[in-house]
């Protein structure tokens, strides 16, 4: 668990990147974090040490990665863990049997699989909605309802949740908001500043952004809830190692410089593929016919490089998938190479096909990771998997 001073969040976010939370090496001055690749430390005297007993407590480098992040996101406690579910896993460890959540619809599939599959066994109840209308979020609320579980823009129909209405609705009800910032990163949106209790990531994605590590970080205010969430991570232990940290933490220096150019890249392709295909066919926030374009604008900073199109059929999806070539179909996103993938047989297999069909997730959707390659690169990639289609 660490704690921000207030001044840290005096210097503009791409300031913060680089430098919150990190501190020259008292010992040699070198500049980067060092990676404290240890399992335990030794104490100074019986019932004395230096604030670190063994690794799965705390990691210097590991604090590090937790005070950049809780910085950009202005937060005052930040916790990395070993991966994007891991971290989910700890924060829904939180409640307990009987407890109930209200949870968006469209969610990336490993959230619903975890919800579902795993943790429905232990007595955590789950009700699904389409988090784009406040109303239904309320309308779902029981005396037992503990949580509202929102990703936003969602994945992989780019769907948002108006998180001050979302957050008042549950302020009023007594219960928290959680909330995956994975797509829009604390660059382009800070879902802590509209509202909500904790937002978390797969830092696995974008704040590394070269596709080199497997991480989550989760970041919040309340004082006695980090409490709660330190105990739990040193309880479960799904903390990453401190060399997984420092990826992460090298990652952050130039997320926002990144982010930029994955926003710059992914407004030039969206509109192109909207030419292209029509813009019916395309999903995307920062396009002026997406239904939600007037709230991505008002909540967030940017639009980056995340788009889904929709091809009609399954056989039209496999012709373009095999025959992009700067585009690599691969699951996740976030890096600085473009990806494509397929989400109804890749990132949500795990969601019963009734159910995907049920909020709008067809077989002939393809979703794109956009990369910080050239733009007219990429636009040539995608000219030449489409012809004829």
């Known amino acids: ?18 430098h919150a939370g990190q501190h020259p090496d008292p010992v040699t001055g070198a500049i980067m974090t060092p990676i404290v690749q240890t399992s335990t430390y030794v104490h100074e005297e019986f019932g004395k ?8 407590g705390k990691n210097p480098t590991r604090e590090a990665l937790e005070r950049n992040v809780a910085a950009l996101e202005g937060g ?8 994007g579910m891991g971290c989910l896993t700890s924060i829904l460890l939180l ?8 949870v968006g619809e469209n969610v990336y599939g490993g959230t619903f ?8 066994q232990f007595g955590l109840a789950c009700t699904y909605v389409d988090a784009r209308d406040p109303q239904r979020i309320a309308d779902a609320m029981t005396p037992a309802t503990r949580a509202v579980l929102l990703e936003t823009p969602t994945n992989p129909l780019m769907r948002l949740t108006d998180l001050r209405a979302a957050s008042e609705v549950a302020r009023r009800k007594g219960a928290l908001v959680i909330v995956d ?6 660059i382009f949106q800070r879902p802590l500043e509209l509202g909500a209790d ?14 080199d590590m497997v991480g989550g970080v989760a970041v919040l205010n309340d004082d006695d809830l980090a409490t709660r969430l330190q105990f739990v991570l040193n309880a479960a232990g799904a903390v990453p190692g401190p060399f997984d940290a420092w990826l992460c933490l090298r990652g952050t220096k130039t997320l926002a410089v990144r982010m930029r150019a994955h926003d710059e890249n992914g407004r030039a392709i969206a509109a192109w593929l909207a030419d292209r295909l029509g ?33 009609g059929t399954r056989d039209r999806v496999k012709t373009m998938l095999d025959r992009v070539r700067l585009f690599s179909l691969a699951e996740s996103l976030g890096g600085v190479e473009s990806l494509i993938s397929h989400p109804a047989s890749m990132t949500h297999a795990s969601v019963e096909a009734a159910r995907r069909a049920a909020f709008g997730l067809t077989d002939g959707l393809v979703r794109l990771s956009v990369g910080i390659e050239e733009v007219g690169d990429l636009i040539g990639d995608l000219e030449q998997a489409l012809a004829g289609l």
């Open 1 to 18: 668990m660490t704690r921000l001073h207030d001044d840290d969040l005096r210097f503009h976010i791409a300031t913060r990147a680089i």
């Open 49 to 56: 040490h230096r604030g670190y007993e063994y690794a799965r």
């Open 76 to 83: 005052r406690h930040g916790f990395a863990f070993g991966s």
């Open 95 to 102: 409640f307990r049997s009987g407890d109930h959540l209200v």
């Open 113 to 120: 699989r975890l919800l579902d599959k795993v943790l429905q």
């Open 181 to 186: 910032n994975t797509f829009a990163t604390p």
């Open 198 to 211: 904790i937002v978390w990531h797969s830092s696995t994605k974008y704040l590394n952004g070269h596709s």
């Open 279 to 311: 813009e019916e066919q395309v999903i995307y926030p920062g396009l002026a016919s997406h239904p939600q374009h007037a709230l991505a604008a008002a909540q967030m900073r940017g639009f980056g490089g995340m788009i889904s199109i929709e091809l």
